[in-house]
């Protein structure tokens, strides 16, 4: 059973590839998922382009444990020596857009979730969604799917950690911070230029730490990503427009994150886009941190953002493939790491809910 789940999602993971699935536009790949569903009598919903279903004897007495990974994709880059849209298999690595991120880990957690469909007497239920909108954290994701789905007590989320543990994931808070000045003709004397203004707020940003670490995840990481001023050679602009990407440990909620910036950093104004990307971790006593680490999986905490962002409860990030070929040229997945992760999935979730 399972060497035929695992060549069939291998088949699958071939046809993800080589269908478009932007953020947005995962119409058709969200079609193939369906098709597997279907094929092996699973009865499933589809809301928008997310797939999902729950197992054969689903009972609300249980607790119910969420299986989740993504099929949309970045765009390819230019550096592509290949056809990202083709599934390219040389030397035991299978080549296309999504393979890596997250298309291994999706197909296997869907292998997964199929040979417990039928299962009864879990001491889980499993809903899996196979989810949109991953990558430009759209509104129509796994977010939106939330109040649709079961209530969910704890999550796996794939994406690639080579089959390790990332108890612990950092969250994400992104800033539009504003330097003002006196804007002026640039052949005049001005004392209040926005410019050099901002050379003391990015020594400020460069220097800043925030008190508390983590020790999964380390200190808050924050860095000033774009800078933007003036449009004519002799006026001094007004202002200077700064972004600023803050990654967030577990020490700290996205809104604390956001009061020490505003109290603190020596700008005009700075203001979160969202706050809705926390961090999230696992409680190492947690069963299933037990199991894995009972089957000689490390653990550690992720620096990389993903869906594990916008649930509330407990979750682990665990999956095929390296997070450092996600949206690298010519992404690759090894196809024993796809073969792998269904056993480990498989034998981590017989260790807990069987």
Same mark, same amino acid.
């Given at each position: 059973m399972i060497d035929k789940l695992t060549? @069939?999602?291998?088949?699958?993971? #071939? #046809?993800?590839?080589?269908?478009?699935? /932007?953020?947005?536009?995962? $119409? #058709?790949?969200?079609? @193939?998922?369906?098709?597997? /569903? #279907? +094929?092996? %009598?699973?009865?499933?919903?589809?809301?928008k382009n997310n797939v999902w279903a729950t197992n054969k004897y689903f009972d609300e007495g249980k607790p119910t444990l969420l299986l989740n990974s993504h099929h949309d994709t970045v765009k390819p880059n230019s550096a592509y020596s290949k056809n990202p849209f083709k599934a390219i298999v040389e030397d035991g690595k299978l080549y296309g857009l999504g393979s890596n991120d997250a298309g291994g880990c999706l197909v296997s957690l869907i292998a997964t979730f199929t040979n417990f469909y039928n299962q009864k007497n879990l001491k889980y239920n499993l809903v899996i969604v196979a989810s949109a909108e991953e990558e430009n954290s759209g509104p129509n994701g796994l977010n939106s799917m939330l109040p649709i789905i079961p209530k969910v007590d704890v999550a796996i989320v794939g994406e690639p950690t080579l089959m390790n543990l990332a108890v612990a994931e950092k969250g994400l808070v992104v800033f539009d911070a504003v330097i003002e000045g006196t804007p002026s003709h640039a052949a005049h004397p001005n004392d209040n230029n926005a410019i050099y203004n901002s050379i003391e707020a990015l020594q400020w940003f460069k220097d800043f730490k925030f008190e508390k670490s983590s020790e999964?995840?380390? $200190?808050?990481?924050?860095?000033?990503?774009?800078?933007n001023?003036? %449009?004519? @050679? %002799?006026?001094?602009?007004? +202002?200077?427009?700064l972004v600023i990407d803050v990654r967030v440990n577990d020490a700290y909620s996205n809104a604390e994150i956001a009061n020490i910036l505003q109290e603190k950093a020596p700008v005009s104004k700075i203001i979160p886009r969202s706050l809705r990307l926390n961090s999230s971790s696992i409680p190492m006593e947690h069963d299933l941190v037990k199991a894995g680490i009972a089957m000689g999986r490390t653990t550690y905490g992720s620096p990389t953002l993903s869906d594990q962002a916008v649930l509330s409860c407990p979750s682990l990030k665990l999956g095929p493939g390296n997070s450092t070929r996600s949206h690298s040229a010519d992404e690759f997945i090894h196809i024993n790491e796809i073969e792998e992760g269904i056993q480990i999935y498989i034998e981590l979730l017989n260790r807990v809910l069987v």
């Open positions: 060549e @069939h999602a291998i088949k699958l993971l #071939k #046809k993800l590839i080589e269908t478009q699935s /932007f953020s947005s536009e995962e $119409d #058709k790949t969200a079609a @193939h998922i369906e098709d597997w /569903f #279907k +094929h092996y %009598n699973i009865s499933y919903k589809r809301t999964a995840l380390g $200190d808050v990481k924050l860095t000033v990503t774009q800078i001023a003036g %449009n004519q @050679h %002799n006026v001094v602009p007004g +202002h200077v427009d």
